[in-house]
């Protein structure tokens, strides 16, 4: 036998078979850099081979016969594995890189496995041990390893059944009990999850072929996307009809990050308490990474749109109320809050005209408005009959251009105001104004101007002159001196603006 195995390895075929090795990793090597380490192993696997043959070859040439074939079988059975291991990166290295397939690893694994066995059969034969003795000795073999391990065989031919199956896919977003993340990695022994936790869930894959789990977010033929549900309170002295009305418009009008537009997100009237109205809002989350943040970023848009519509959160009905407060607090409380917002008016060079009657009138038909970072107060082409004046914060001013495109064109702060043209001559928004932070504002519509300029039409007068001016500062910063030179003259445009005015709050009175 031992002649038989030297014969195997003569010189010449050693040195063929090394070079045709050496050609195929570099080869390989070249093509399938991620493949470069597993290559490297393959090749020292290899070259030890070799020089356990020559070591072999040495000792028989000193006659230690024994110590010979002891080395030169090790050195066949490491070449072996080391060139199935370089096989292996050879086909599936080539099917993923240039047939753009994808071959799950476990199923990589298990065919390593066979070729490993492979090798072993083709050795035996080639030392001419008979082959039915080895099948017989390997069925009983077979038969005592399934029955010792049996949960290990089940893990792995439930992660070859998932992988086969397409179940589940590493990406995935799953929920498995009280576990909830995303699929990171597929053995032939277990699955590893990936919680938001910044843990990793180890689950044994016989778990997942005979339990039930959920895969998040995952619908045939449609884009990923988890419904998430945010849920809130509000006492049942308020209409369903507003409060839900007031809750998607805030959250439609403007996209929030992660949210999926297709479904737009929405509010329900989900439930009837005992002292409240029951709320959600059902959204599609896009990005399953960041679940809670989104439910923040969509409460924040919540909370601001009921406290602009005048709608408190509830309280719930078993919390006790003691409250002394007299007349005489409450007319304090309510006169320092228009003290306040008279000093905001008398900043607005819009009002200048206003004697102190008609003032501490705007003052108390103010309406604050409260809004949150990146919520937009108003929408350019929007047709509202109302001005803002800013009382803390900032917001961006932007306009879309004919591409399709915003530009940002100002910044306004606490203290300044837009919207004029739209409350005095029904003008529909030039701009879309975005708040830059949390932002407060008191809201002034046109109902509440329309008495004053009724009783005084005198007024427009003024008016138009401070508007026409804005308009010209405004047409400069948009388009250039030299386009707004072109316009208008001055008195054009007040005399125009003096008649959108009395004509948009029915006020019949010539220029004076």
Known sequence: MWRHVQGLVQQHEIILTTLAVLLSAAVLARYLPDERRHIRVSIWQYLIALGLWCVSSVCASLSLLTLAHTLSWAALVLGGIGLVNLGGVGVFGVGTALLHLHIPRILRDVMMGFGYVGVGFLLLDKAEVPLSSIITTSAVLTAVLAFALQDTLGNML?????????????????????????VKEMRW???????????????????????????????????????????????FRFSPTQIITAVDVALQSDPIPGIALTPPAHCIFHDFKDSYGFYAVRYWLTDLAIDAPTDSTVRTRIYFALRRAGIPLSIPAQSVFLTQESRRRKSFKYEEEIAHRLQTLAGIELFQSLNAAELRTLAERLRPA???????????????????ILTHGSVQVQISTDNGHSQNVASLHAGEFFGEMGLMTGARRAATVIALEETESYRLDKEAFHDILLNRPEIADYISQ??????????????????AAHQLPMASREQDIFHRITEFFGVRRSVG
């Open 370 to 388: 409260q809004f949150a970072r990146g919520e937009a107060l108003v929408h350019q082409g929007a047709e509202a009959h109302s001005l803002y």
């Open 466 to 483: 401070v508007l026409a001016r804005r308009q010209l500062e405004y047409e400069i910063a948009r388009e250039g001196l030299q386009a």
């Open 189 to 235: 022994r277990y699955t590893a999850i990936e919680t938001r936790n910044w843990d990793t869930v180890i689950v044994p894959n016989s778990v997942l072929m005979k339990g039930q789990f959920v895969v998040l977010g995952k619908r045939t033929g449609q884009p990923l996307q988890h419904r998430q549900w945010v849920y809130f309170n509000v006492d």
């Open 158 to 182: 439930g992660g070859l059944a998932l992988q086969l199956e397409s179940s589940i896919s590493v990406g995935d977003w799953v929920r498995l009990h009280d576990i909830e993340g995303q």
